[in-house]
DNA sequence: GTTCCGCATGAATCGATAG
DNA sequence: ACTATCGATTCATGCGGAA
């Protein structure tokens, strides 16, 4: 049994709503600067990291003090140079009391087409780790990946598009079941992640794969633990925790992401019971309770209703 | 016929022997903190900015205004955390007037292997690309790659909507010169770059592959340019550059890897003088004149002979 | 059931033009 | 001078339908 409560509003209003040192994972990727201009104020590159850190502070609150916080986030250019103020985020996070542990890459593969004249495709992103401690709970053994010849022969055939089709096959690894490869050899995987965008979704224009979110709620959480999405959009992160048994609170202030986010709990929850039926296919039927019970908060604390600049 | 320069001693003082906008291209991968501490003073993370910004400055002065300064760096972990001295040499160097053009990634296939208990394999570094101007030499075509199986077929027939997509209706995608298309069979790389670390040389305990500088010199020079290195170690750079008919200066401060660049760089005079019968196989051999000239300046301003502190 | 092919689409960036 | 809008450029991926 676990739950989901689904915010409608500004995060950093809601936000003040969750208790203390509550939250096991936070995995999120807030809308970058100048991105989705209409609705969170057109976030300026210079205003950046101001507009950030009270979102960062409250997150440091309700995070427990062996929690992570995984920010997905990536500079763009601005007068022919990458801008600061992602750097300047990070030192300013330190000053908040974060800890800067790790930067994973994000190799999207399928990176967005074009040429200039003076630099190349952007294929990568930063996944920023911070923690609020040193000691961090961590399950490295679940996102074990395949090694060995076997393996090797595979990957090395990585150059047909075919063999790339499964993610399991890539890489990285986020083999989805680790179990399938008992008797061969495992290996750790490394700090590079290589995944594909994803493209067919037409609702929302920034939806990473869901085995973005998968493999961090993996690698930091266990089933029953609670991740929150601070800013949720079509809600991938929250589908994929509620998929794998962790609790999840998301939040997100534009009405029509919103309502993608709830229908897709939804459909995880339908999906869920499925699961439970297949479960407990051996044990007898009858008066099951819902494996996911959602609550929705909707705050008239809207962000938007704010003076624009 | 190309010269190279090698230059045993401290680049800080060395590099004041070069005329003002000399040099095409500058690409090094600097001594790290805390590594290599007997040679530089043993340089201190926190004292890393302060340490590398009077390189950074001479540097910006041997460039030629349409040059490019690649930096390999990564931050090394320091109580559990990516210490901050690299992002803070971003923001330091564009103090000092430094473009921060473009950050590449280089993606270590073969990363060294370890476990710890809360991190994984560091299998990437930064290549940081500086610019004094906004306007620089960039050869894009010198390294296209092949594309993948997705141009065969979709070339063979132009589709319907390849000549019909409306620019008007997204703003993306193919406009309506497919033209551009016909004939195409490599496509312009990224900014994350795969190569396997050099395992090979036992001598040298950082050397980045042949692949790596070799990249860069094409992208960013033409033959009978200048490539500098100021922290050349075993002289990979400096060999490769040769390799490709670009002059060639390199510094060192070890006498031990001093030597082993000059034993590089003869090699590959050698080759380069095999190379030249080659290529001269149908002209009448004789007087043929070195294609390399090497001169070795030996600096006795060695910066170990400063006080430590 | 595979395999193959057609096809839409995406956290982009630059330079020119317009207010 | 400084900012907003617009056209041109580019390619890997996943889905769905066909062989």
Same mark, same amino acid.
């Given at each position: 049994?676990?739950?989901?409560?689904?915010?409608?509003?500004? =995060?950093?209003?809601?936000?003040?709503?969750?208790?203390?040192?509550?939250?096991?994972?936070?995995?999120?990727?807030?809308?970058? /600067?100048?991105?989705?201009?209409?609705?969170?104020?057109?976030?300026?590159?210079?205003?950046?990291?101001?507009?950030?850190?009270?979102?960062?502070?409250?997150?440091?609150?309700?995070?427990?003090?062996?929690?992570?916080?995984?920010?997905?986030?990536?500079?763009?250019?601005?007068?022919?140079?990458?801008?600061?103020?992602?750097?300047?985020?990070?030192?300013?996070?330190?000053?908040?009391?974060?800890?800067?542990?790790?930067?994973?890459?994000?190799?999207?593969?399928?990176?967005?087409?074009?040429?200039?004249?003076?630099?190349?495709?952007?294929?990568?992103?930063?996944?920023?780790?911070?923690?609020?401690?040193?000691?961090?709970?961590?399950?490295?053994?679940?996102?074990?990946?395949?090694?060995?010849?076997?393996?090797?022969?595979?990957?090395?055939?990585?150059?047909?598009?075919?063999?790339?089709?499964?993610?399991?096959?890539?890489?990285?690894?986020?083999?989805?079941?680790?179990?399938?490869?008992?008797?061969?050899?495992?290996?750790?995987?490394?700090? %590079?992640?290589?995944?594909?965008?994803?493209?067919?979704?037409?609702?929302?224009?920034? %939806?990473?794969?869901?085995?973005?979110?998968?493999?961090?709620?993996?690698?930091?959480?266990?089933?029953?633990? =609670?991740?929150?999405?601070?800013?949720?959009?079509?809600?991938?992160? %929250?589908?994929?925790?509620?998929?794998?048994?962790?609790?999840?609170?998301?939040?997100?202030?534009?009405?029509?992401?919103?309502?993608? /986010?709830?229908?897709?709990?939804?459909? /995880?929850?339908?999906?869920?019971?499925?699961?439970?039926?297949?479960?407990?296919?051996?044990?007898?039927?009858?008066?099951?309770?819902?494996?996911?019970?959602?609550?929705?908060?909707?705050?008239?604390?809207?962000?938007?209703?704010?003076?624009?600049?």
């Amino acid at each position: 049994m676990v739950d989901a409560s689904l915010y409608l509003g500004d =995060c950093r209003e809601q936000l003040r709503m969750l208790p203390a040192e509550s939250v096991d994972l936070v995995v999120t990727s807030p809308p970058y /600067a100048d991105s989705r201009s209409t609705t969170y104020g057109g976030v300026k590159p210079d205003d950046y990291v101001e507009w950030f850190l009270p979102v960062s502070a409250e997150l440091s609150r309700v995070l427990k003090p062996t929690g992570t916080f995984v920010l997905n986030i990536k500079e763009k250019v601005v007068n022919g140079e990458r801008h600061t103020y992602v750097i300047e985020l990070i030192l300013a996070m330190r000053q908040q009391g974060w800890l800067w542990t790790e930067e994973f890459i994000w190799h999207k593969k399928n990176s967005y087409p074009g040429k200039w004249p003076n630099r190349f495709r952007d294929s990568w992103e930063r996944l920023l780790q911070f923690n609020k401690d040193r000691k961090f709970h961590m399950y490295q053994d679940e996102v074990m990946v395949p090694m060995g010849d076997w393996a090797e022969r595979r990957l090395k055939k990585l150059s047909h598009t075919d063999n790339m089709r499964d993610p399991s096959k890539v890489g990285s690894g986020f083999g989805k079941r680790v179990a399938n490869w008992i008797g061969r050899d495992k290996a750790y995987p490394t700090n %590079v992640l290589h995944m594909a965008t994803e493209t067919k979704n037409r609702n929302h224009s920034a %939806v990473f794969p869901d085995d973005l979110p998968k493999w961090f709620i993996k690698l930091f959480t266990q089933p029953g633990d =609670c991740v929150l999405d601070p800013f949720m959009g079509s809600g991938t992160t %929250v589908k994929v925790a509620l998929q794998m048994r962790r609790n999840a609170i998301g939040m997100e202030i534009l009405p029509e992401y919103f309502q993608l /986010a709830q229908d897709s709990v939804d459909a /995880a929850r339908i999906s869920s019971g499925q699961l439970a039926l297949l479960e407990n296919k051996d044990r007898p039927l009858g008066n099951s309770s819902p494996k996911i019970r959602v609550s929705t908060r909707i705050s008239l604390n809207r962000w938007d209703i704010e003076p624009k600049r």
